[in-house]
């Protein structure tokens, strides 16, 4: 049985999948581009929409145990969840960084 972040995480993929592969190409070509190119101005338009799905997810995931005694929790699952994001979009911190 996968861990709740993992299943949060899929979801977040397969409901947004045509933003997340726009921005997994934009992700994987971002080494190979020059810092000013079109395709970094792309790269951080697209990560902006996307880190807002990232977040409406992550609250879906936290967002109970937060308020709750589990806060420790909440922020390892988070914390799980980012590095499952970063695993998979390993540009993601460059997100508006010129």
Same mark, same amino acid.
Do not use: H
């Given at each position: @049985? &996968? &861990?709740?972040?993992? =299943?949060?995480?899929?979801? @977040?993929?397969?409901?947004? =999948?045509? &933003? !997340?592969? =726009? ?14 190119? =079109? ?5 951080? *338009? ?12 992550? *609250? ?28 998979? !979009? ?9």
């Amino acid at each position: @049985m &996968a &861990a709740q972040f993992k =299943k949060i995480f899929d979801q @977040m993929i397969a409901e947004n =999948k045509e &933003a !997340f592969i =726009k921005f997994k190409l934009l992700n994987d070509s971002l080494e190979r581009s020059l810092p000013n190119s =079109k395709l970094r101005s792309d790269f951080n *338009n697209l990560g902006l929409e996307i880190l807002n799905i990232i977040k409406r997810y992550e *609250n879906m995931l936290c967002g109970k145990t937060e308020s709750s005694s589990f806060g420790r929790y909440s922020a390892n699952l988070s914390e799980k969840f980012w590095t499952e994001l970063r695993r998979n !979009f390993n540009n993601i911190d460059e997100i508006g960084v010129e």
